[in-house]
Structures are given as C-alpha cells and as structure tokens.
C-alpha cells in the first residue's frame, strides 16, 4: 500500500482469495486508512484469468468504488520494454501502481452472471 507519491503506508503482503482473505485485506484498508488519514482510497489488480473475479467483487460489495483491472498484457510489454524486469512482489507493486498511474486501468464493473444478462 502506497500513497501517491510512492511512499510506503504498508510493506506488500499476502491474502487468500477467500471471505477471510478480503476481510483481512479490508480491515487492513480500513487500518492504514485511518493512521495515515487517507479519505480516497484507489486499488488496483491484475486481472489474471478469472482469478481477479472474486476479490473484486468482493472489494466492490464492500464499497470500494475506485478500484481498477489493469491488464496482464500490459503488465507483461511494459516488463519486456526494460520499465522493469524481476516479478518480485514489491517490484510488481511498483509496477502496477504506475500502470494505474498512467492511464492503463479500467474501472471495474461488476458482471452479472451469463444466465441473468438480457438476450
């Protein structure tokens, strides 16, 4: 977790894409938040496969309204045109956090399921 400008609120961490999980990623949302008196909260995520599904959904049921899917493939040229090359977790961070920055994000909509969408 990280403010604007780079600086670290909270080292990278963990969590499981279960209820558990985003109730931990939230209380510690909800923690640092409150120490650092942030009102905005921004997150984003990669969409990996259907992964991502999940916890975004979650995060958005829990009300987070700015959070933002940026793409794999992105992720994947900025890494090959040298902006950086190690896929460790705080260098991934970084990168995400300037894919956000820079425009390559969508803001996630929620999908309803295949069997409740209009023909």
Known sequence: MADYF???LEEPFGFHSSQEGIGFLHNT???????????DIFLAMEATGHYYRKPAFSLSEL???????????????????????????????????RLYLFGYGNIYRREL???TRPL
């Open 6 to 8: 780079g600086s670290i």
């Open 29 to 39: 949302i909800l923690r640092v938040s409150r120490e650092h008196q942030i009102e």
């Open 63 to 97: 009300g987070y309204k700015n959070l933002f899917i940026l793409s794999p493939l992105s992720n994947s040229q900025c890494r090959k045109a040298g902006l950086i090359w190690s896929k460790t977790m705080i260098l991934t961070q970084d990168l995400l956090a």
């Open 113 to 115: 399921p295949v069997w």
